[in-house]
């Protein structure tokens, strides 16, 4: 047993069981034996390999993106760049790179990332110390300063903890994880029923719920309807809430229980976008999309981003060149292929038009 799984199971021998989300909270984020508190997972060596990772292309044309997007409201300075989650920096770094072409949006902005892994700020550190732009750490979203802010969220809203509800026959009950008569985590339900879930479902069906994200999702759209600006979000899930379970749990690139070895491997679930459009919605905020990736990138011109990079490219290069945009827009392979799986979506100040990437 690894040291988060006893200390888990210690609470729970003396608690009683505790909630999915508060279990995915600290396979995530225990301040020792947390997943991403404890080590640098992306890429090829590591569990998984992200779209900023696959190519600079991405980072470019989101940056293409958000300083347009503070172009069109108006270019207020000063504003507030903000990323949320930024793994190794790569993102921002290739967002910073390509915003050089846009001084006004530079000079203008103030960076800021917003992470909660030591191990993994060190490493957005040392990835943007060359950027020309000095950045600041919040740990939260809400500790950022006032003002308009232009926010980029890759795979962030997938890494935050969801509660699951299993229809029984007197009513909705809440996923538990608890311990078996061996000591093993377990799942289990709670014995209480949920009352304020009247959806109609099968017995043995699941309802999974984001509250956290969506608790998120509405204090960034409150803040763009008061202080301006717009949030880009990218990240695998769907488009309308359904039944059923997502929760997955990946380590050296292969699925695993997620209940095995907590904390060594990452636990993650679909985005529900239709539950985060609703909670922006709800504070005020227009709403762009969602769209596929695939569409985003392409009506962004990622096809003459990728020519271009052609030309000044190897023969070796080349070849990572198209492999990347394959993989970034492709759609036939959804283990490969990030094009049709993975969304986009924008939340935004009312009075901001419909933009790039989301025209029909
Ligand atoms: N955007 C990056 C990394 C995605 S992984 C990329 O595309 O490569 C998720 C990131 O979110 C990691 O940096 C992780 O440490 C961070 N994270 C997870 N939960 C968080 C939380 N509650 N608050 C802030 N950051 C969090």
């Known amino acids: 047993m690894n040291a988060l799984k006893q200390e888990i199971a210690a609470t729970i021998a003396h608690e009683g069981p505790m909630t999915l989300e508060h279990y995915m909270g600290l396979c995530l984020g225990h301040p020792r034996y947390g997943y991403y508190m404890t080590r640098d997972p992306f890429g090829q060596a590591g569990d998984f390999v992200t779209a900023p990772e696959i190519s600079q292309m991405f980072g470019e044309l989101l940056g293409v993106w958000i300083s347009e997007a503070w172009r069109i409201a108006g270019a207020p300075s000063p504003a507030r760049l903000i990323e949320l989650g930024p793994g190794r920096g790569t993102l921002m770094s290739d967002v910073l790179r390509v915003a050089r ?90 014995e209480a029923v949920e009352t304020s879930l009247k959806v109609q479902a099968r017995e043995g069906s699941i309802i999974e719920v984001s509250a956290i994200a969506q608790r998120i999702m509405g204090e960034i759209a409150a803040r763009l309807v008061r202080e301006g600006g717009a949030l880009l979000l990218v990240d695998y899930g769907y488009t309308e809430t359904s039944l059923g379970d997502s929760l997955q749990a990946v380590a050296r690139h292969a699925y695993v229980d997620p209940l095995a070895e907590p904390g060594e491997a990452d636990l993650t679930a679909h985005v529900d976008f239709a539950a985060l459009a609703r909670a922006a919605r709800g504070a005020g905020a227009k709403v762009m999309g969602p769209v596929t990736q695939a569409h985003f990138l392409l009506q962004l011109g990622i096809e003459r981003r990728a020519q271009s990079l052609m030309k000044r490219a190897t023969e070796e290069q080349g070849r990572d060149i198209v492999d990347a945009f394959e993989r970034l827009t492709g759609t036939q392979d959804p283990r490969r292929h990030m094009g049709e799986l993975f969304k986009v979506m924008a939340v935004t100040h009312p009075d901001m038009p419909d933009m790039p990437g989301f025209i029909e």
């Open 101 to 190: 072409i846009s001084p006004a949006f530079l000079n203008a902005v103030d960076v800021h990332l917003v992470e909660t892994s030591p191990t993994l700020r060190a490493v957005q550190q040392r990835t943007l110390a060359d950027a020309g732009k000095p950045a600041s750490w919040n740990a939260d979203v809400t500790d950022t300063p006032p003002g308009p802010a232009f926010i980029l969220a890759n795979e962030f809203f997938d890494a935050l903890p969801v509660r699951h509800y299993v229809k029984t026959i007197p009513g909705w009950r809440e996923r538990l994880v608890g311990l078996d008569p061996s000591g093993e985590l377990a799942f289990g339900l709670s």
